[in-house]
Nanobody, 127 residues
Framework: QVQLVESGGGLVQPGGSLKLSCTGS????????IGWFRQAPGKEREGVSC????????HYRNSVKGRFTISRDDAENTVTLQMNNLKPEDTAVYYCATDLEYYCSGYGPPGFIPTVWGQGTQVTVSS
């Protein structure tokens, strides 16, 4: 079964950028819809973005639209989340995930309900 590993997290000042990567092993990520979730301290995990297998269908939660971009790099078996103009409220552990389906109709439930998760990477936005 496909396994997911996130990388690219870190500490960045408000207004800065980070690029998160989700790398797959045990299978090709281009077979599946892949998404990103995040969980801030004391809060529930929330969906951030999802990209379908055809890579033309993407979804974003409203608070990150225009700042975050999800994309695929099939040669590297990776899905990336480019995060620009970061805000303190973006601080969270970010997880990549898949539902092992071809298509996601949203960035989280009910359109995207993952069954495979990575271990997470910390993103901290602070001055």
């Amino acid at each position: 079964q496909v396994q997911l590993v996130e990388s690219g997290g870190g500490l960045v000042q408000p207004g800065g950028s980070l690029k998160l990567s989700c790398t797959g092993s045990g299978g090709s990520l281009n077979r599946y819809a892949i998404g990103w979730f995040r969980q801030a301290p004391g809060k529930e995990r929330e969906g951030v973005s999802c990209i379908s297998r055809d890579e033309y269908s993407t979804h974003y939660r409203n608070s990150v639209k225009g700042r975050f971009t999800i994309s695929r790099d099939d040669a590297e078996n990776t899905v990336t989340l480019q995060m620009n103009n970061l805000k303190p409220e973006d601080t969270a552990v970010y997880y990549c995930a898949t539902d092992l389906e071809y298509y996601c109709s949203g960035y989280g439930p009910p359109g995207f309900i993952p069954t495979v998760w990575g271990q997470g990477t910390q993103v901290t936005v602070s001055s």
